[in-house]
């Protein structure tokens, strides 16, 4: 670990500070800091930046700790031997030194586990901003779709065709639009009914009397741009294996219309 600007930016040293390393690492970190002046004082100002977080984010320890300690410390106040006059002054002294001790020790625990607390809560808005760019994107995306879709089926060239359904599937309805100057086809087939695993939609136009595949009608539906065949005199639309079918299933078509 030479380059101090990759040492920074690994977020190593904000790990060292947490004691989130393990023993190897953080006596490699301990070595650095001790032959390199600059990054001990950044690992200072990481310290007190953690720290200054802690005090600002930083909850009331609950009331009865403070009381346990002044009752501590109560305690040790009585613990007085009128023979050794020093030495129970010296114990007096301590025991209030280990209550203050004990009460920083307490305090240290609850700003650390509120440090925490707030590395946790800016991990959630990170994910939650994460969460909403691509939101915001996906909505972009649409508005895109529908523009574009808009501006094709509006064409003044477009001409539109209402493909109805036959006894076979009577709920059937198909919107297309035909545009012979852009040799586009576009249809919305939101109305079509579901269909099971194993089948497909499939689209034909009939030029003299060959039936001429537009493509498949994916299970998605909505608008979708099918396959623009010159002098088609009708769209037709069968019921085919998973897959499709080079020729049209006569016998399962759903809905035509002549062009």
Do not use: C
């Not at 939650?128 to 879709?149: G, P, Q, T, V």
């Not at 064409?155 to 009577?170: H, M, R, T, V």
């Amino acid at each position: 670990m030479t380059d101090k600007t990759k040492i920074k930016e690994t977020g190593l040293l904000e790990q060292y500070v947490l004691g989130e390393l393990d023993a190897a690492q953080q006596l490699e970190i301990e070595l650095l800091l001790k032959s390199d002046e600059e990054l001990a004082d950044y690992v200072l100002e990481i310290e007190k930046g953690f720290e200054n977080l802690a005090i600002d984010n930083a909850i009331t320890p609950p009331k009865v700790v403070k009381s346990n300690l002044l009752s501590e410390i109560s305690n040790n106040t009585k613990v007085v031997s009128l023979s050794n006059e020093n030495k129970s002054s010296n114990k007096w002294y301590l025991g209030i030194a280990a209550s203050i001790a004990a009460f920083l020790l307490i305090s240290t625990y609850f700003l650390y586990a509120e440090l925490q607390n707030v590395k946790s809560d800016l991990e959630m808005v990170s994910n939650e901003k994460d969460m909403l760019m691509k939101d915001l994107n996906n909505m972009a995306n649409n508005y895109d779709d529908l523009i574009n879709w808009y501006d094709i089926i509006s064409d003044p060239n477009a001409e539109q065709f209402i493909l109805k359904g036959n006894d076979l599937s009577p709920e059937a309805k198909i919107v297309s639009y035909v545009n012979h100057e852009e040799k586009s086809v576009v249809i919305n087939a939101e109305l079509l009914p579901e269909l099971d695993q194993n089948h497909d939609y499939q689209m034909w136009a009939d030029v003299d009397g060959e039936m001429i595949n537009m493509g498949l009608i994916p299970k998605s539906k909505g608008m979708i741009a099918m396959t623009y065949i010159d002098n088609a005199e009708s769209l037709n639309i069968t019921i085919e294996p998973l897959g499709g079918n080079d020729h049209p299933t006569v016998s399962r078509l759903i809905s035509n219309v002549y062009l």
